[in-house]
């Protein structure tokens, strides 16, 4: 069964970038028609998609997000990874990685990000 972990620093500066990497354990991320996504949820409020990368290698952003946001992949590692740029307070959330295999959503636990000074 395929599970994600979140890992990177829970507390980031305003103006800095936020990076958090999303390990992947028992499948692939390079298996066919496997999405891979980051999806945040800010204190008292709803789950925000920010982006996804598919098995492809091919990247998809939220739009209200695309300028300061990357998503990446190390196939070696397994691992996918969020860059957040710029940030701000308002980007305080428990972010997630989330995977699509096989119409069934996984999650993982999330991580606390912090922005403050």
């Known amino acids: 069964q395929v599970q994600l972990q979140e890992s990177g620093p829970g507390l980031v500066k305003p103006s800095q970038t936020l990076s958090l990497t999303c390990t992947v354990s028992g499948g692939s991320i390079t298996t066919n028609y496997y999405y891979w996504s980051w999806i945040r949820q800010p204190p008292g409020k709803g789950l925000e998609w920010m982006g996804a990368?598919?098995?492809?290698?091919?990247?998809y952003y939220s739009p209200s997000l695309k300028s300061h946001t990357s998503i990446s992949r190390d196939t070696a590692k397994n691992q996918f990874s969020l860059q957040l740029s710029s940030v701000t307070p308002e980007d305080t959330a428990v972010y997630y990685c989330?995977?699509?295999?096989?119409?069934?959503?996984?999650w993982g636990k999330g991580v606390l990000v912090t922005v403050s000074s």
């Open positions: 990368i598919h098995w492809d290698g091919s990247t």
């Open positions: 989330n995977a699509i295999i096989n119409f069934m959503s996984r």
